[in-house]
T-cell receptor, first 117, second 115 residues
Framework: AQKVTQAQTEISVVEKEDVTLDCVYETRDTTYYLFWYKQPPSGELVFLIRRNSFDEQNEISGRYSWNFQKSTSSFNFTITASQVVDSAVYFCALSAPSQGGSEKLVFGKGMKLTVNP | GAGVSQTPSNKVTEKGKYVELRCDPISGHTALYWYRQSLGQGPEFLIYFQGTGAADDSGLPNDRFFAVRPEGSVSTLKIQRTERGDSAVYLC?????????????FGPGTRLTVL
């Protein structure tokens, strides 16, 4: 069975602080994909990044960076110099080929980030 | 281009009633997913369509839940004899093919409240 654990449920920081969101996953599949989504107060899930299991290169996109380590089954997300607009719930998710070709996502419980001015 | 749209945005119903929730995916996306998100939780998979057929319905909680996608585009999630425990946000997502590393793009959701 696949499982995603986001141990932190809520973090509050002051603007310009760096913050890291942890994600640990479990799967028996050798081919799988990892995702991060952002859910702002408006409620719509916004895609941030997708990583496949064969690509352990870290990625940076502006103030966002991701660290994928298969050895520890982790896919952590760091926001550098946080801003108030980063306030949202962040979800880590996992998918692997399954029934009928489905790439259904298994989500963690989410981590609520509040960035205070 | 237009994203995934869902209607209604909010639905309040009484226990025992029947409801239909609609999803209009991104044009050209053949794969469509329904998820359910309870308060304080991550979305949970319900059903996956590839074209017109439900290729994976392993997430449907019971036979009160049913979904269709008759023309391979718009999908309707149908819930019979609603129960208070069905209250949640129902999310729809679409992706280009549903296979390989396709990203799922989500709609704004329908908030269902069963009184």
């Amino acid at each position: 069975a696949q499982k995603v654990t986001q141990a932190q449920t809520e973090i509050s920081v002051v603007e310009k602080e760096d913050v890291t969101l942890d994600c640990v996953y479990e799967t028996r599949d050798t081919t799988y994909y990892l995702f991060w989504y952002k859910q702002p107060p408006s409620g719509e899930l916004v895609f941030l990044i997708r990583r496949n299991s064969f690509d352990e290169q870290n990625e940076i996109s502006g103030r966002y960076s991701w660290n994928f380590q298969k050895s520890t089954s982790s896919f952590n997300f760091t926001i550098t110099a946080s801003q108030v607009v980063d306030s949202a719930v962040y979800f880590c998710a996992l998918s692997a080929p399954s029934q009928g070709g489905s790439e259904k996502l298994v989500f963690g419980k989410g981590m609520k980030l509040t960035v205070n001015p | 281009g237009a994203g995934v749209s869902q209607t209604p945005s909010n639905k309040v119903t009484e226990k025992g009633k029947y409801v239909e929730l609609r999803c209009d995916p991104i044009s050209g996306h053949t794969a469509l997913y329904w998820y359910r998100q309870s308060l304080g939780q991550g979305p949970e998979f319900l059903i996956y369509f590839q074209g017109t057929g439900a290729a994976d319905d392993s997430g449907l909680p019971n036979d009160r839940f049913f979904a269709v996608r008759p023309e391979g585009s718009v999908s309707t999630l149908k819930i019979q004899r609603t129960e208070r425990g069905d209250s949640a946000v129902y999310l729809c997502a679409s992706s280009f093919t549903g296979t390989g590393p396709d990203t799922q793009y989500f709609g704004p959701g329908t908030r269902l409240t069963v009184l």
